[in-house]
């Protein structure tokens, strides 16, 4: 029978003879390489009870049912391994037994290993599962959890079996689901159940979670609907009450530290590295609203709303900014109703905490009631310097022209009482000219 030669598998046939011993009627090439006997052409006989003990009970037991019999075992040939399932059965003619045994094995030394590799990482996917950080729920396909990890019953409080009661369609009255702005979720939207009755993925969805008087736990919840008889969804429940908790008084301190500069009276903006508009508060809208058409927005760029500022003159500050110089002016500007008013520009450079320019604030200031003030001083020391001007030299003239002729006269009197009268007259132009110079020395400025 040189078919049993090509067989895949081990095969041999053996019959029954007296005395309970069996005769090898054919065997194949695999049954004699890995069972360690000859060619069956070599050796005539090869009882069964030469082989190895695997298969005598088997055997046996085969013919004394006359029912097949399967069983699995192993064989070893020098340092190869081989695992084999094999099947002994009865021989049948014109439906009599015939007292003959087919014995065909089946290599599944692969499936085996298989197998092995299938145990090992189960195992592992189970003692993985077992201390991964976060809660794992799996359902069925009604919604029913199915199965839990230790860290489900960490975060919300419930225990294995208490979970094995719960539909995420249907959770227990006691549990409150909340969105991020703490407004309530209904049951039924809640993230853990959203992929199950979608039938989609859910990534990162984060809820808060409030359990009877417990505060409220705040998740990052990722769910996968599982295309599988007897399964629903399975999900996963990321405990970040930590991360939202600091993100919320970060938010806090963000309202607060807006509302406080938003009380400025000061328009305030910051530039990034590209010169676009990266933050500003109300003073800076108010302020853009009054000499632009633009509108200030997250994003425009500079010269978008410092309209008076031109490319060179926006470039020198910026400039001055990155070599960790304060560059400041003053500057007038119209507005919309054609008034006047001055401000205090000042660019500031900004780095972050590892000493990196990432912008500079632009601070302006209203110094109009001021700059008014001083045009009015100067306006007013202008006037004092032309009364100066006019006393000391309009007034002052004629005087000198009087006191000039009163030398002249002294000189032609010959009376007494001339000579004293024009020493009088001498007198009192002498007393008008320091009164003309005290006069002179308190209208000037400063």
């Not at 009865?90 to 298989?114: K, Q, R, V, W």
């Not at 939207?189 to 705040?218: F, I, Q």
């Amino acid at each position: 029978m040189p078919l049993k030669h090509n067989l895949n598998n081990s095969v041999f046939a053996a019959k029954m003879l007296p005395g309970g011993q069996f005769e090898i009627v054919f065997s194949n090439s695999i049954f004699q390489q890995y069972f360690n006997l000859p060619d069956i052409r070599d050796a005539k006989r090869i009882y069964l009870n030469s082989l190895p003990a695997v298969f005598n009970t088997p055997a046996a037991t085969c013919m004394e049912t006359n029912q097949p019999v399967i069983f699995r075992h192993i064989s070893l040939v020098g340092s190869e391994k081989k695992f084999w399932l094999t099947q002994i059965l009865p021989m049948y003619h014109t439906n009599a037994f015939t007292g003959e045994i087919l014995c065909i094995s089946n290599d599944i030394t692969n499936l085996e290993t298989y197998e092995d590799d299938f145990v090992k990482s189960k195992i592992l996917l189970d003692r993985l599962y077992e201390i991964f950080p976060a809660a794992i729920f799996i359902t069925d396909e009604e919604g029913f959890i199915i199965e839990c990890n230790r860290a489900a019953e960490k975060i919300f409080g419930y225990t294995r079996d208490e979970y094995l009661k719960m539909n995420i369609l249907n959770m227990p009255r006691d549990i409150i689901f909340f969105r991020p702005d703490y407004t309530e979720l209904p049951a039924n939207e809640n993230p853990l159940a959203k992929a199950l009755l979608n039938k989609t993925v859910a990534e990162n969805e984060v809820c808060g979670l409030k359990k009877s008087d417990r505060e409220v736990v705040w998740v990052s919840v990722s769910s996968a609907f599982l295309n599988m008889r007897g399964y629903g969804v399975v999900c996963t429940c990321r405990d970040i009450t930590k991360q939202q908790n600091q993100a919320q008084k970060i938010l806090q301190s963000k309202e607060i530290l807006q509302a406080v500069i938003n009380s400025s009276f000061d328009a305030i903006i910051f530039l990034d590295k590209d010169l676009r508009i990266a933050w500003y508060n109300i003073q800076a809208e108010k302020k853009v609203l009054l000499f632009s058409e633009n509108s200030i927005r997250i994003g425009n760029e500079a010269q978008h709303i410092l309209s008076d500022e031109s490319d060179k003159e926006l470039a020198n500050c910026i400039k001055e900014a990155q070599k960790n110089k304060i560059y400041a002016y003053e500057r007038s500007l119209t507005n919309h109703e054609g008034e006047t008013l001055w401000f205090y520009r000042r660019f500031h450079p900004a780095y972050n905490e590892q000493g990196e320019y990432i912008g500079c604030v632009v601070i302006s200031t209203n110094i109009t009631d001021r700059k008014k003030k001083e045009l009015d001083i100067k306006s007013r020391n202008d006037k004092l310097r032309e009364i100066a001007r006019v006393q000391s030299h309009e007034l002052r003239r004629p005087l000198a022209n009087i006191m000039g002729l009163i030398s002249l006269l002294q000189e032609e009197a010959k009376k007494a009482t001339d000579i004293d009268l024009l020493t009088q007259l001498e007198y009192n132009a002498k007393e008008l000219d320091k009164v003309i110079l005290k006069i002179t020395r308190r209208t000037e400025p400063g």
